[in-house]
């Protein structure tokens, strides 16, 4: 059974038989993946099958070497193609779970190049360049190396991802033991993604890991089997957690919510949990006074719900994002739009039921966004890029995919907002070569996605090298984004990355 720190009592509702600590293992690391952000990028912790050249004596004989101010980042493979004398030796990665790390006494080469290869002043400049999966093999390279890489500084803003099978190890006698988790504190991660855990796994989670009781910001549930008590255990345990994820959930209850948030939470994301509905919101509303950033998606929530925040919230909350929320309504907008007029983003994604007026009550009403979907509205117009092009001259993020209404008339009207930075067009089968032309004088635009749009011709595409600020542009499963086309945008359009 797992030995309870000082002061820390296991909560009776949560048995524990069976399960132990796991001492210390010598690397720290696990078979986790490591996530940058929300939804962005994804690394995940890898034991490659061979040995990749790391440092080179080639690069080693470099000691003038001016690491910070290289032209381009540098990559595992970019050191190993550094070229090196036929009998030189080269510093690897050795994968053998069980062997020992190499000292730096016993690095091959002259001493000086040894000297070169730990030289922590010039390995804390190195290692920036290197991925979140790089850095978790480089760490395996010797005991200088990990002592580098293992400052929380080159971890900030990753989120180790830990599914329930990585969280245990299974004995010979056919028992339990919890892994270590003491690599993940040395590096001081503050975010956590747990998918598929129970109650008993986040209470173990939160007895082993050093930093769960004040060092972790944010916490994430995925396809979790959480109850109630779960829920109200790990927020009152992990009393740093101000950021909250709650996805696939689908054992907790309503009540669960009025008994466990916390007054701290900032930031609260719920999405695919079947038991939330309106009393969900009502809790959400009376229990989260400081709430900056809401992210709900419940296909039981209605209009009544929309109308629960309070004033306080409505002068914190900056951002609102409610992805397939399909009975809501324009009254539900109306409640929106008072209960919270200070919103700088805003997404009615997948809400099927908002029409033109709904979004003429956005645009009248929250003259401070900067980003707006309405992606999957089949009921929104060409009237209502109108609305927005005429109110919101703050926008500068634009997302319209699959709205099937809009023509070349919406269009024209975009074409007046000076401050539009990107627009989402992808699937919207009305929109022709015609329309692409009153986006050649949007200077602002970096951001282009036509993707899936069927009317566009090459001609109409080609247009779009007037666009020379164009940083990005999406003409994925287009009809008229021929080879020859590509060609052409990479002869005119050399600072724009062009997505076929």
């Not at 190993?80 to 050795?94: M, Q």
């Not at 539009?420 to 329309?435: A, E, H, K, N, T």
Request: aromatic share 6%.
């Amino acid at each position: 059974m797992s030995n309870p720190r000082n002061g820390d009592t296991k909560p009776p509702c949560l048995p524990r038989n069976g399960l132990v600590k796991i001492p210390t293992q010598p690397n720290g690391l696990g078979s986790a993946s490591i996530t940058k952000g929300t939804p962005a990028v994804k690394n995940r912790l890898c034991q490659p099958s061979s040995v990749p050249a790391i440092l080179s004596p080639a690069l080693a004989h470099r000691s003038d070497l001016p690491i910070p101010s290289l032209a381009s980042p540098l990559s595992l493979a970019t050191l190993a193609s550094v070229s090196s004398p036929p009998s030189a030796s080269l510093v690897g990665l050795n994968t053998s779970e069980g062997s020992e790390q190499p000292s730096p006494e016993r690095l091959p080469g002259s001493p000086s190049e040894r000297q070169l290869a730990v030289d922590e002043k010039i390995l804390n400049r190195l290692f920036w360049y290197f991925s979140a999966c790089e850095k978790c093999v480089l760490a395996q390279v010797c005991k200088a190396w990990r002592r580098v890489l293992y400052q929380p500084k080159f971890w900030v803003g990753l989120t180790p991802v830990l599914h329930t099978k990585e969280l245990y190890n299974i004995l010979p006698g056919g028992e339990k033991e919890f892994v270590s988790l003491q690599g993940f504190a040395i590096r001081g991660f503050d975010s956590f993604c747990l998918v598929g855990v129970s109650d008993l796994d986040i209470c173990e989670f939160i007895d082993n890991y050093p930093l769960s009781k004040k060092g972790v910001k944010s916490m994430s549930l995925k396809r979790s089997t959480i109850t109630d008590a779960g829920l109200e255990v790990m927020l009152e345990q992990m009393q740093g957690v101000v950021r909250l994820e709650l996805s696939g959930c689908n054992d907790f209850t309503e009540a669960g919510l009025w008994s466990s948030l916390n007054a701290r939470i900032t930031a609260l994301s719920v999405s695919d949990c079947i038991n939330v509905a309106d009393d969900a919101i009502a809790a959400i509303s009376q229990l989260l006074p400081n709430l900056t950033e809401l992210n709900l998606q419940a296909y039981h929530v209605t209009d009544t719900a929309l109308a629960y925040f309070t004033a306080k919230q409505g002068y914190t909350t900056h951002t609102l994002r409610l992805n397939s929320c399909w009975e809501i309504t324009n009254h539900g907008v109306v409640n929106m739009v008072h209960s919270l007029p200070n919103l700088s983003v805003l997404s009615l994604s997948g809400c099927s039921k908002v029409t033109d007026d709904g979004v003429e009550l956005v645009a009248e009403n929250l003259r401070k966004l900067r980003s707006l979907d309405l992606s999957w509205c089949p009921r929104i117009t060409d009237m209502a890029l109108e609305y927005i092009a005429c109110d919101l001259h703050k926008l500068e993020e634009l997302v319209l995919d699959r709205c099937v209404r809009i023509t070349d008339t919406g269009l024209s009207y975009l074409s007046t907002m000076s401050s539009l930075r990107s627009l989402y067009l992808r699937w919207c089968c009305q929109v022709q070569d015609f329309g692409l032309k009153h986006l050649l004088s949007m200077g602002s635009l970096r951001l282009l996605s036509l993707a899936g749009c069927p009317l566009l011709t090459t001609t109409g595409l080609s247009g779009l090298v007037q666009l020379q600020e164009l940083e990005e542009l999406e003409l994925t499963n287009c009809p008229g984004a021929t080879p020859e086309l590509f060609k052409y945008f990479s002869q005119h359009l050399p600072c724009c990355m062009v997505i076929e």
